[in-house]
């Protein structure tokens, strides 16, 4: 059966799902060989004009970037050149982009403030490592939602000035990476002038705005007009778009957004207190709590997780007839094993979850390349992607418990911060990780013990004896 493309870039990454690919760029998923870690990769391709000696030297600033870590800044983990090709490894891509989130939802006030704090708190930690001068466009910054909690990453590596550095041609368009867009460009960057922390700030006052009145504060008929009013007109009165917008949020605002970059905040730090402060006076309602957790017997009706004890975890999660580790738990660091070339099956499935307590084993199908396992919680209005409820009859699932994906040429696992937490053999996954998911691991959701498989793959021999 034929497999897919198994190249590995830099003799260490092999690519998985492709993201974006255009130009001199392309976006991917993939794993390291090495370590089986699951990363983020971006390729650039070398112009064939360009001097490869100078190349290191383009990429001397990620060592500074490499030291950023901070849950609001995504991590680079590595770079490296690849014959014709530059390669950066990061964490892996993680939920939507907030350019989505402004296409397609609707965003209250309260939360504009808290996505823009988690911005402001990103921006902290670049410019503590003396790192200022970014595109915080709306594609470059994602929003991972677990349960109620948004959490906002500044995606921006510095690819722009590296494209601009290889003489990359941009295709003036909004999605190119490589275009300066006016619209989000701070007035310094449209009049080449000096860059730092000030445009930062700038940019998170144009975002606040955007995310507040779900318009740009300044769009012209052609990209050279859009550049004209944003770095010569007046913060428009954001309450001609969104009303009763109080007063000391557009102050926030128009504070960002001075032309002058000395009339800004003067640190992230400053922006981020005055942001907080804004928060405690525009508070309108109490979060939602979680739900609470008590020891006395849950309602089978209710959204409630229970939490089962150590013992009740060993026991769920013990090997059948006492015969200890499997062999793939003790090789759970083992390459990932070729997948078949007709995933998706013609049905449509990418993989099974096989349960095989109770008189009947099941063979729960995973349809989608990416979907989340949980518990149906219907009081909260919360359903995941596959719903265990039927086979767990003590309530140990989360609502939102784990994530599967199929990255094109591996799948992966990632714990979704359940309260019971997820194991990937003996491995008890550290939460928003994503781990590499082999055909035949035993999988545990709380108590719930599952074996993954892969359609077309033949189990191994030694999970062959235990089942039997």
């Known amino acids: 059966m034929?497999?897919?493309?198994?190249?590995?870039?830099g003799g260490v990454y092999r690519i998985g799902q492709t993201i974006t690919s255009g130009g001199m760029l392309t976006t991917s998923t993939a794993y390291n060989h090495n370590t089986n870690d699951v990363v983020g990769l971006y390729i650039l391709d070398i112009p064939p004009t360009e001097q490869l000696d100078a190349l290191p030297t383009l990429l001397k600033p990620y060592e500074k970037r490499r030291l950023v870590n901070s849950p609001h800044t995504l991590r680079v983990l590595d770079w490296g050149i690849d014959d014709t090709r530059i390669y950066?490894?990061?964490d892996p891509p993680r939920g939507i982009t907030l350019q989505h989130v402004l296409d397609t939802?609707?965003?209250?006030?309260?939360?504009?403030?808290?996505l823009c704090r988690q911005i402001t708190i990103g921006l902290q930690a670049l410019h503590a490592a003396g790192i200022s001068g970014l595109d915080l466009r709306p594609q470059l910054i994602t929003v991972d939602t677990v349960g109620i909690q948004d959490r906002v990453q500044i995606d921006d590596i510095g690819l722009r000035p590296?494209?601009?550095?290889?003489?990359?041609i941009n295709l003036q368009s909004s999605y190119d990476i490589g275009y300066l867009d006016p619209r989000y460009a701070p007035p310094e960057y449209i009049n080449y002038q000096r860059?730092?922390?000030?445009?930062?700030?700038?940019?998170?006052?144009?975002l606040l705005f955007t995310l507040i009145t779900g318009r740009l504060p300044f769009v012209g008929r052609t990209a050279a007009e859009t550049g004209i009013l944003q770095a010569n007109s007046p913060v428009p009165r954001m309450r001609v778009f969104k009303h009763q917008t109080p007063d000391e949020v557009q102050q926030l605002v128009e504070r960002t957004m001075a032309k002058e970059p000395a009339r800004?905040?003067?640190?992230?730090?400053?922006?981020?207190?005055?942001?907080?402060?804004?928060?405690?006076q525009t508070q309108?309602?109490?979060?939602?709590?979680?739900?609470?957790?008590?020891?006395?017997?849950?309602?089978k009706n209710a959204g409630y997780t229970a939490e089962i004890s150590q013992a009740e975890m060993e026991a769920a999660i013990k090997k059948p007839g006492g015969q200890g580790e499997s062999a793939s738990s003790r090789n759970i660091a083992k390459n990932a094993q070729p997948i078949p070339a007709n995933i998706p099956t013609e049905q449509g499935v990418y993989a099974y979850l096989r349960y095989e307590k109770g008189e009947y084993p099941q063979r729960i199908a995973i349809t989608e390349s990416s979907i989340i396992v949980g518990?149906?919680?219907p009081k909260r209005g919360l359903s995941p992607d596959l719903d265990l409820s039927h086979i767990d009859p003590k309530m140990s699932i989360s609502r939102q418990h784990a994530r599967i994906r199929f990255e094109g040429t591996f799948f992966t696992i990632e714990d979704l911060k359940s309260r019971n937490k997820t194991r990937l053999e003996n491995l008890v996954l550290t939460p928003l990780k994503p781990e590499l998911l082999n055909h035949g691991a035993q999988l545990s959701f709380g108590s719930v013990r599952l074996r993954f498989e892969v359609p077309g793959m033949e189990t191994p021999p030694t999970q062959k004896n235990v089942r039997n």
């Open 284 to 299: 309108t309602s109490v979060p939602i709590p979680a739900a609470k957790e008590t020891n006395t017997a849950p309602d």
């Open 88 to 90: 950066i490894a990061t």
């Open 2 to 9: 034929p497999q897919r493309d198994a190249r590995l870039i």
């Open 105 to 114: 939802e609707n965003i209250t006030l309260e939360r504009a403030l808290e």
């Open 162 to 168: 590296l494209l601009q550095a290889l003489h990359y």
């Open 264 to 280: 800004r905040f003067s640190s992230a730090t400053e922006l981020l207190k005055a942001l907080e402060t804004l928060q405690s």
């Open 195 to 206: 860059s730092g922390p000030w445009s930062d700030i700038y940019q998170a006052g144009l």
């Open 375 to 377: 518990r149906l919680d």
